[in-house]
T-cell receptor
């Protein structure tokens, strides 16, 4: 069955540290890939997406992600995090007509 | 971006009663809407896919008679939790797709259901 896994459940960083959150999926067909963010008390927002083309995707707020097809991965990165990046991050993948979410990674950034 | 609105944002009900949650796309027509459920500190679990004018498609393990979904128009889908029980307490989130690029969804703010 198709699935999305995020190995980092809870990440704690200091401001200015670099961030990388892992996302892997299991599906051999064509996929579209997304990262969503949920700030405390707010609803989901799209950070970035990949459909085709350049596998390095740049999103909002300085985030980027790289699609590595051979590894079935779509890791999220940010070179220098800020306190305001504290949130829950969800990787999501479309399988045919459905969008399936990973388990999420809680990021806490301390000043 | 496109706006999706859910109502109510919070609802408390007694066990055995039914609760209806509305999901509206405010500035676009949504041929497809999705209902998700999010337990505390967990991810979003897809419950069902709602297509305008047809029956919803439920994910495995989701009781279709308990979670009634209606997508009567291109801007409105409703989720009715029938005969609610405390274990139905959760955060329900809807999303809508405007069409075009597959998979890009716009999310509502969610509805927190508490069943006493």
């Amino acid at each position: 069955a198709q699935s999305v896994s995020q190995h980092n459940h809870h990440v704690i960083l200091s401001e200015a540290a670099s961030l990388e959150l892992g996302c892997n999926y299991s599906y051999g067909g064509t996929v579209n890939l997304f990262w969503y963010v949920q700030y405390p008390g707010q609803h989901l927002q799209l950070l970035l997406k990949y459909f085709s083309g350049d596998p390095l995707v740049k999103g909002i707020k300085g985030f980027e992600a790289e699609f590595i097809k051979s590894k079935f991965s779509f890791n999220l990165r940010k070179p220098s995090v800020q306190w305001s990046d504290t949130a829950e991050y969800f990787c999501a993948v479309t399988f045919t007509d459905k969008l399936i979410f990973g388990t999420g990674t809680r990021l806490q950034v301390f000043p | 971006g496109a706006v999706v609105s859910q109502h109510p944002s919070r609802v408390i009900c007694k066990s055995g009663t039914s609760v209806k949650i509305e999901c509206r796309s405010l500035d676009f027509q949504a041929t497809t809407m999705f209902w998700y459920r999010q337990f505390p500190k967990q991810s979003l679990m897809l419950m069902a896919t709602s297509n305008e004018g047809s029956k919803a498609t439920y994910e495995q393990g989701v009781e279709k008679d308990k979670f009634l979904i209606n997508h009567a128009s291109l801007t409105l889908s409703t989720l009715t939790v029938t005969s609610a029980h405390p274990e139905d307490s959760s955060f329900y989130i809807c999303s809508a797709r405007a069409g075009g690029i597959p998979g890009e969804l716009f999310f509502g703010e969610g509805s927190r259901l508490t069943v006493l």
